[in-house]
């Protein structure tokens, strides 16, 4: 009994592991679903389908090898590009080569020496108001908030 003490960790008592390990096994929780049902009967399992013809499996092997011995050459960078398989569904999808880069209009050149348009509201040339003197100092805060916090009892 010390022994199985010592395997089990600090926050799980011996008692429940032992009550995990031999108890109930579902401990309240629902039964998996089909538990209720019989085995399943082995002898309706479908008969298993038809291998094709000798001469479409042979084709199939050659050109499964065929595949596997281009794999192992690498494809060089900027070199031809290997042609996708025959029946593949996305044979003709796919292009061979990305599509080439957008052309974008030229932006308007600005001329250097042209004056910039003054905001809606206000007369061209003129200076923008500045803030108030931003070294006064700032009003004093209210006398409540200057009292000392209450005492914590």
Request: overall charge neutral; hydrophobic content about 40%; aromatic content about 4%.
């Amino acid at each position: 009994m010390f022994l199985l003490a010592g395997c089990v960790g600090a926050a799980e008592a011996p008692a429940r592991f032992l009550d995990r390990a031999f108890g109930t096994p579902l401990d309240g929780r629902p039964p998996p679903p089909g538990s209720g049902e019989p085995y399943p009967n082995l002898a309706s399992v479908p008969p298993a389908p038809p291998r094709g013809a000798p001469s479409e499996r042979e084709a199939l092997t050659r050109s499964l090898a065929a595949a596997r011995a281009a794999s192992r050459e690498p494809v060089t960078p900027g070199g031809a590009l290997p042609p996708p398989p025959a029946g593949a569904e996305s044979a003709g999808q796919v292009p061979l080569r990305p599509p080439a880069a957008p052309h974008l209009a030229a932006a308007p050149r600005l001329r250097p020496e042209a004056p910039m348009a003054a905001p809606p509201g206000e007369a061209p040339g003129a200076a923008p108001e500045l803030p108030a003197d931003p070294g006064a100092p700032p009003a004093p805060p209210p006398a409540e908030f200057l009292a000392p916090p209450p005492p914590r009892l």
